[in-house]
């Protein structure tokens, strides 16, 4: 399957994974209100951002691994799990110690109840990301998207059953993500169970870990820049505010919709490709994201008023200015996806991580300051602050890992349009 053709399956299980996410979003924001809305967005986020914490980079030392070394796969699935096992060990030993400091400052508001069921889908998320990431391995993009795409429709599905049909509300609505992600992984073991051969060796356990370390502050830090308002903006203010701010992000996140399904299929393809036809590829998928990004956010720009009232009603008016203002600069954040890729796939993760670092760094101490006495405003004012700087930052250092000017990156060209054209017509689709 080519690069377009991955892209494309991957959206429209994007897409599955957007309209089911949406459905909960509205549904919780207009029947239990706005402090559910921030209850419910808060503890989803600290979920995944617990996940990226405990894995190490084990995801993708999986995907890089089971894609290079063909001959051991059956052995390599053995340490992925072993790995994940430990992990999930550790997790569980660290949550028991912390969990009452937490609901004590940025999980404030949040009943118990709530966070005692959301740890349960922890470890289960754990095991899901794993196997996920070994079928992306083995490039079998038309399986990781069919599970991708049952994954969600299960949350959905067991969402309508708990929260809507036996109104448990949100209660249900966690219930749901923990029953779909205890199939998932049922499912998952009855796929792998006859090719796992467990047999561990310090060295490459040492290996995999190398290489997930490299790659693992990159993500770990991306999630942090892009959730730490949030949960400043309810130490600082209430629950209500951040549900008036999901929603506001909700929207701008639709933004980097296309770049990561884009980012998702590029890294395996890239990870094969001479360093002359990497740097032509990526320039070129830059190009055509760039364009399709801006014209996106200007639709969100004139048309976001309306949205907001036709999804969730007037009483999340309050979310408009704030997603005006973050229009921008996840424009720029979302060339993260490509670029991530690309310097992962020339053995460079750590001019990720230190980009992040350094918009995480800022970002952190600039919100500290500026949420606490503008709240809401404030917040979506440092964010696309430092998501510009992120973006700027690594369209920088491309130029200059891939010797391009700032026009052959950013401006589209007519042999991209070209392209394009020749992708999404009837003629024979080619490669990039």
């Given at each position: 399957?080519?690069?377009?053709?991955?892209?494309l399956?991957t959206?429209?299980s994007?897409t599955?994974?957007?309209?089911?996410s949406?459905?909960i979003?509205?549904?919780v924001a207009?029947?239990?209100?706005?402090?559910?809305r921030g209850m419910?967005?808060?503890?989803?986020?600290?979920?995944s951002?617990?996940?990226?914490?405990?894995?190490?980079?084990?995801?993708?030392?999986?995907?890089?691994?089971?894609?290079k070394e063909r001959?051991?796969r059956g052995?390599?699935?053995?340490?992925f799990?072993?790995?994940?096992?430990?992990?999930?060990?550790?997790?569980?030993?660290?949550?028991?110690i912390?969990?009452n400091?937490?609901?004590?400052?940025?999980?404030?508001?949040?009943p118990?109840?709530y966070?005692?069921i959301?740890?349960?889908?922890i470890?289960?998320?754990?095991f899901n990301?794993?196997?996920?990431s070994?079928?992306?391995?083995?490039?079998?993009?038309?399986?990781?998207?069919?599970?991708?795409?049952?994954?969600?429709?299960?949350?959905f599905?067991?969402f309508?059953i708990?929260?809507?049909?036996?109104?448990?509300?949100?209660?249900?609505?966690?219930?749901?993500?923990?029953?779909?992600?205890?199939l998932?992984?049922?499912?998952?073991f009855l796929?792998?169970?006859?090719?796992?051969?467990?047999?561990?060796?310090?060295?490459?356990?040492?290996?995999?870990?190398h290489?997930g370390?490299?790659?693992?502050?990159?993500?770990?830090?991306?999630?942090?820049?892009?959730?730490?308002?949030?949960?400043?903006?309810?130490?600082?203010?209430d629950?209500?505010?951040?549900?008036f701010?999901?929603?506001?992000?909700?929207?701008?996140e639709?933004?980097p919709?296309?770049?990561l399904?884009v980012?998702?299929v590029?890294f395996?393809k890239?990870?094969?490709?001479?360093?002359?036809?990497?740097?032509?590829?990526?320039?070129?998928?830059?190009?055509?994201?760039?364009?399709f990004l801006?014209?996106l956010?200007?639709?969100f720009?004139?048309?976001?008023?309306?949205?907001?009232?036709?999804?969730?009603?007037?009483?999340?008016?309050?979310?408009?200015?704030?997603?005006?203002?973050?229009?921008?600069?996840f424009?720029?954040?979302?060339?993260?996806?490509p670029?991530?890729?690309?310097?992962?796939?020339?053995g460079?993760?750590?001019?990720?991580?230190?980009?992040l670092?350094?918009?995480?760094?800022?970002?952190?101490?600039?919100?500290?300051?500026v949420i606490?006495?503008?709240?809401i405003?404030?917040a979506a004012?440092?964010?696309?602050?430092?998501?510009?700087?992120?973006?700027?930052l690594?369209l920088a250092?491309?130029?200059?890992?891939?010797?391009k000017?700032?026009?052959?990156?950013?401006?589209?060209?007519?042999?991209?349009?070209?392209?394009?054209?020749?992708?999404?017509s009837?003629?024979k689709i080619?490669?990039?």
């Open positions: 399957m080519n690069f377009i053709k991955g892209s399956l959206v429209v994007k599955i994974m957007l309209l089911s949406l459905f979003s509205i549904y207009r029947i239990l209100g706005p402090e559910a419910y967005y808060l503890l989803v986020q600290i979920v951002i617990a996940v990226l914490l405990s894995m190490f980079g084990i995801t993708n030392s999986a995907v890089y691994f089971v894609g001959e051991s052995e390599l699935y053995g340490y799990l072993f790995l994940a096992v430990l992990s999930s060990t550790v997790f569980i030993i660290f949550i028991a912390t969990h400091s937490l609901l004590d400052s940025i999980l404030k508001g949040i118990r109840q966070v005692r959301m740890i349960f889908a470890p289960l998320l754990m990301q794993i196997f996920l070994m079928i992306l391995g083995l490039n079998r993009m038309v399986m990781y998207n069919v599970f991708e795409m049952v994954c969600y429709f299960l949350i599905f067991n309508v708990f929260a809507v049909w036996l109104r448990l509300g949100m209660r249900g609505a966690y219930l749901s993500f923990v029953i779909t992600y205890f998932m992984d049922c499912v998952f796929l792998f169970i006859k090719k796992i051969k467990l047999h561990l060796e310090w060295k490459k356990i040492r290996d995999i870990l290489y370390l490299r790659t693992y502050l990159g993500p770990i830090c991306f999630l942090l820049i892009c959730r730490i308002d949030s949960f400043v903006l309810n130490l600082y203010r629950i209500r505010q951040v549900g701010y999901s929603i506001a992000i909700s929207f701008a639709l933004i919709f296309i770049p399904a980012g998702t590029l395996p890239l990870v094969s490709q001479e360093t002359q036809i990497l740097n032509t590829s990526t320039a070129r998928v830059i190009r055509v994201l760039f364009l801006v014209l956010g200007l639709t720009f004139l048309f976001g008023k309306w949205m907001i009232l036709f999804m969730y009603g007037k009483a999340y008016i309050p979310s408009l200015i704030p997603m005006n203002i973050l229009l921008p600069g424009i720029f954040l979302s060339l993260y996806y670029f991530s890729s690309y310097f992962n796939a020339i460079k993760p750590e001019i990720v991580a230190l980009i670092i350094i918009t995480l760094l800022i970002k952190l101490f600039s919100s500290i300051f606490s006495k503008w709240g405003i404030g004012v440092t964010s696309t602050s430092t998501y510009l700087l992120c973006g700027l690594f250092v491309f130029m200059i890992k891939s010797r000017r700032l026009g052959e990156i950013l401006i589209i060209r007519n042999a991209d349009i070209k392209y394009i054209w020749n992708v999404f009837p003629l080619n490669k990039v």
